[in-house]
């Protein structure tokens, strides 16, 4: 039998491949992966997904200025006082103002007799 002899080109050549497939295998597992820091060994990507993701981008920063000024008008809503005119108080002051019994049931759309309570309470007031 013959010995198998090994030549110091031949081992380098091996290990030079053992390596250059390990680094491949390297770069292939950080790329699928997406571990950060890792971006400087690929090119960043280009072309329609990137300007689909910008200008999502853009639309969400848009969207947040409207929710803001939103938000500040239902602010200023809320902390506006709420006036209401309920039937009652419009009878009260038509009643001050001198108005019959009749015209303030018309006019307000309550009872002739709750009408007649508030014109009867009021002119009293009034004197």
């Known amino acids: 039998m013959?010995?198998?002899v090994i030549t110091w080109r031949e081992l380098l050549c091996v290990v030079i491949a053992v390596l250059v497939i390990y680094v491949v295998?390297?770069?292939?597992?950080?790329r699928w992966s997406g571990v950060r820091g890792a971006s400087w060994?690929?090119?960043?990507k280009t072309g329609p997904e990137t300007a689909s993701?910008?200008?999502?981008?853009?639309?969400?920063?848009d969207l947040?200025?409207?929710?803001t000024r939103l938000q500040g008008e239902v602010d200023r809503?809320?902390?506006a006082p709420v006036v209401t005119v309920s039937p009652y108080n419009l009878a009260i002051q038509m009643a001050r103002q001198g108005a019959g019994a009749g015209e303030v049931a018309s006019?307000?759309?309550i009872s002739r007799g709750e009408a007649e309570l508030i014109v009867a309470l009021y002119r009293k007031l009034r004197i």
């Open 2 to 4: 013959e010995a198998l």
């Open 25 to 30: 295998e390297l770069l292939l597992v950080l």
């Open 41 to 44: 060994l690929f090119k960043p």
């Open 53 to 61: 993701n910008e200008g999502l981008l853009q639309e969400v920063c």
């Open 64 to 67: 947040r200025r409207q929710v």
């Open 77 to 79: 809503f809320q902390s």
């Open 107 to 109: 006019g307000c759309g």
